[in-house]
């Protein structure tokens, strides 16, 4: 049997008083990165960069998802999130979850107006498991979107500084 799903779509928009500079240089601080998951709560975390590739990889715990959830994930979510920079304003990102059948790919993309600047991230969260795939792909995204929701805080935060 093929499950075939088309997806469910993420895209949050993060506005910093910061030029598109300081903004990427931000993106590009492992010291950042590793505030970002700590304020996230993660039960683990870590970052890395290595010249043009960003790796995240974020342990969390699946308390408070719904039991059809749990069933899918476990006791904890991994999520490794990679970022590949395609240019000083633009990345392409992909979010895995080793050993399930879920994950998320796209783009991220910052512009520069005023004196402030805008981080697009768009992606297309897809699960594939029957039945449920949709309401696993809906909870991923509110997931991640609550992250991007804590990592523009400690971001706001960080570039006041």
């Known amino acids: 049997m093929q499950v075939v799903t088309m997806g469910t779509k ?22 950042f990165r590793e505030e970002v ?14 010249g043009d590739h960003v790796t995240i990889e974020q342990v969390r715990s699946s308390d408070g998802l719904p039991s059809f959830a749990q069933k899918f994930v476990g006791d904890e979510i991994v999520i490794v999130q990679k970022e590949t920079w395609t240019s000083p304003t633009s990345a392409d990102v992909h979010l895995a979850i080793p050993g ?11 512009t520069e107006a005023g004196g402030t600047t805008t981080e697009v991230v768009q992606l297309d969260v897809s699960v594939r498991i ?9 909870l991923i995204k509110d997931m991640v979107g609550t992250a991007l929701d804590i990592e523009h805080r400690v971001g706001q935060e960080w570039l006041a500084r």
């Open 37 to 50: 998951l700590a304020r996230q709560k993660v039960a683990r975390g870590s970052a890395s960069i290595d």
């Open 10 to 31: 993420l895209t949050k928009k993060l506005t910093y008083d910061a030029t598109a500079e300081q903004v990427a240089a931000m993106l590009d601080d492992v010291a």
């Open 130 to 138: 029957p039945l449920v795939g949709g309401k696993v792909e809906g």
């Open 100 to 110: 399930k059948p879920g994950e998320a790919a796209g783009t991220l993309t910052l």
